[in-house]
């Protein structure tokens, strides 16, 4: 399985980005697709995640309410819809795939970065 990540850059606060995950290979066996991401000097953290079958989503509470996770099924993508984004929203963003439910994630991306001026 490859995650190939798109759509990072540079925004002002207040701004959006909508991150882009392209999955390929053995991915039928796909049980949660999910967002994290790192800032410098800071752990990688959890910022959403939504099953593969049936949508069901989650968000880390710092970015309910302003970012949306979404899928296509049919062409293998993730999708991360940021907005209002704040300055602490920059770090380098990625993709993950988890097989089985409750196991760490199998697969990474190699990330994007997503930098918000104030």
């Known amino acids: 399985v490859q995650l190939v990540e798109s759509g990072g850059g540079l925004v002002q606060a207040g701004g959006s980005l909508r991150l882009s995950c392209a999955a390929s290979?053995?991915?039928?066996?796909?049980?949660?697709m999910g967002w994290f991401r790192q800032a410098p000097g800071k752990e990688r953290e959890f910022v959403a995640g939504i099953r593969w079958s049936g949508g069901m989503t989650s968000y880390a509470d710092s970015v309910k309410g302003r970012f949306t996770i979404s899928r296509d099924n049919a062409k293998n993508m993730v999708y991360l819809q940021m907005n209002s984004l704040k300055p602490e929203d920059t770090a380098v963003y990625y993709c993950?795939?988890?097989?089985?439910?409750?196991?760490?994630?199998?697969?990474w991306g190699q990330g994007t970065q997503v930098t918000v001026s104030s």
């Open positions: 290979g053995r991915t039928s066996s796909t049980y949660l």
């Open positions: 993950a795939l988890q097989i089985r439910r409750g196991t760490p994630y199998d697969y």
